[in-house]
């Protein structure tokens, strides 16, 4: 089965996606990774992929679909793979519909982690950091023992200027998933919604169910 995990940041895909290919056995497949992965390798993907890195400018879908297709050919991604953070747009969700109708390998389920802007922002403007050590905290889960100190040196922390709530807040609206893309996938049936505002357990396990779910109902149109 060939999975696609959706959702805006701080909503935790990177973790869900790497814990739920351990479980199933499937390759996590991102394209940040991929990207940086060929360009490293100098691969002819990887050349033509960094000349649009290197210039800041968005890699083109046809060249992006390449490069997932030439990942799925390994080893690891035969029994299926999920798609971390990719499509990002309709145009995206359409190529890559397009490229695994052509190899009979369908996604199975379009997985989307929500949780509200305002649990987001908290999660992702609550860290700071220890110029001095490298230490890192978190105001919610992984706090300084005194306010605007590092535990280990005692220097003050600072806030990465990404990090800061109004930047959050600019980044959410550039990057959540577009209506017309999750229409796209409500309409083929396969959108599931997972409340990511929870703990990493409760959601891996209606990841899972979720997937689960969409393998039984796949059987049957088979």
Known sequence: ???????PP????????????ERLGIAHIATGDLFREAVKHGTELGKQVGAYMERGDLVPDE??????????QRPDAAGGAI???????????????????VRNTPAGAALLITASDDEIVRRLSGRWLCPA??????????PPKKQGECDNCGSELTQREDDKPDVVRNRLER???PD????????????????????????T??????????AADTDKRT
């Open 1 to 7: 089965m060939h999975l696609i995990l959706l959702g």
């Open 10 to 21: 701080g909503t935790g895909k990177g973790t869900q996606a790497k814990v739920i290919a």
């Open 63 to 72: 060249l992006t679909i390449a490069t997932l297709l030439e990942r799925m």
């Open 83 to 101: 798609f971390d953070g990719f499509p990002r747009t309709f145009q995206q969700a359409q190529a890559l519909d397009e490229a695994l109708a």
């Open 133 to 142: 050590c490298g230490a890192i905290f978190h105001e919610a889960s992984q």
């Open 175 to 177: 990057q959540r998933p």
């Open 180 to 203: 017309e893309m999750l229409e796209h996938y409500r309409q083929q049936g396969k959108l599931v919604e997972i409340d990511g505002a929870r703990d990493v357990d409760a959601v």
């Open 205 to 214: 396990r209606d990841l899972l169910a979720a997937i689960e779910t969409a």
